[in-house]
């Protein structure tokens, strides 16, 4: 008799965007994997998600809330309803290959160590190039995908990577239940970056599988550059910092934080940085007064970060010493980070 195969949830996170999640779920009701439960997580939209699920998705199941509570706190009320072994996530503006989630769950059986698979997921508008190769860091907690912008790799093994990416990933329930679930006060950005770091503490792999592809259109729900983005990246990867990165590390983050600010002034200067076009539509002012306020908003919060940090440390299973070395094998330089390749 054929073993059972575990059950994995799916849980795809939306705020409007009919037409973006359409196309998201009939590349998960085209999976060659079973058993599937899919939930859709409805932050609060004011398009007819609802009745577009119930006419076209009608096995789908549907959670719906009162307002938008991001990426973390969306994904939060998807995963308290799972079912699953396994816990698969996917953006909104992703479509996945027929094969993604059957890549993920065999990569993950093949190690009861492995605690997030990450997938290969390719910019959605230009076909063949990687949007992520997993997720890379630098030592302040900013945190970037990985291979961005290089030519999609043929790999034949899972290969280990820092971090996952949150657009599209496979979570182990068990890990999830040790290390917690997403921090709903990040609300957006950085919180896969957090997660994967307490998974790593934890003594959890974090692996990329062969075949599980995605091809994803790049920040379609918010924008691939915009002050609401910098505010949120800005401050919760200070929250990273704070919560995640050894104490040598802080000690030394303002040292870190100001090199990255004058690279990243240096190749706007040079025209080198994706941020160039940006910094041309917006005023220096907007982007000032952005940055004091996500650092004002970062500041407010500091004992509570530090607090989490403190009641973590009955988890952790890795000493400084390795999480350090782990740090510094997949840095980012701060030009990749920057996209100054």
């Known amino acids: 008799m054929e073993e059972q195969k575990p059950l994995v949830t799916v849980i795809v996170v939306t705020v409007n965007n009919l037409t973006l999640l359409r196309n998201c779920l009939n590349s998960l009701t085209a999976q060659d994997y079973t058993p599937l439960e899919i939930i859709v997580v409805d932050n609060g939209s004011e398009e007819d998600i609802q009745g577009m ?29 799972a079912h699953g072994k396994y816990i698969a996530l996917i953006n909104n503006d992703a479509v996945a290959t027929p094969f993604w989630i059957s890549s993920m769950v065999s990569t993950a059986e093949s190690d009861d160590k492995i605690g997030a698979v990450a997938s290969i997921i390719i910019d959605g508008n230009k076909p063949g190039i990687l949007d992520s190769f997993g997720v890379g860091i630098t030592l302040d907690g900013m945190s970037r995908q990985a291979m961005r912008g290089m030519p999609v790799p043929d790999i034949k093994q899972p290969e280990e990577v820092l971090l996952f990416s949150g657009c599209a990933c496979l979570l182990r329930k068990e890990a999830l239940r040790e290390v917690g679930f997403f921090d709903e006060d990040f609300f957006a950005y950085c919180e896969d970056t957090d997660l994967g770091l307490r998974l790593r503490w934890a003594g959890w792999k974090i692996v990329i599988a062969p075949n599980a592809y995605v091809h994803h259109f790049y920040s379609m729900t918010i924008g691939k550059f915009s002050l609401q983005k910098i505010f949120f990246v800005e401050r919760n990867h200070l929250w990273v910092a704070i919560k995640n990165l050894p104490w040598f590390l802080l000690f030394i983050l303002p040292l870190i934080t100001a090199w ?6 240096y190749l706007i200067f040079k025209g080198k940085s994706e941020l160039k076009k940006f910094t041309e539509s917006t005023s220096l002012l907007s982007l000032m007064l952005i940055y004091l306020r996500s650092y004002l908003s970062m500041a407010l919060r500091i004992p509570e970060m530090f607090k989490k940090r403190w009641s973590f440390r009955s988890q952790r299973r890795v000493s400084s010493a390795d999480m350090l070395r782990l740090l510094l094998k997949y840095r980012l330089s701060m030009t990749e980070l920057l996209g100054g390749y």
């Open 53 to 81: 699920l119930s006419r076209e998705f009608p096995d789908i199941q549907k959670i719906r809330l009162d307002r938008n509570y991001g990426f973390a706190g969306g994904n939060n009320r998807g995963i308290e309803k």
């Open 260 to 265: 990255r600010y004058l690279v990243q002034g």
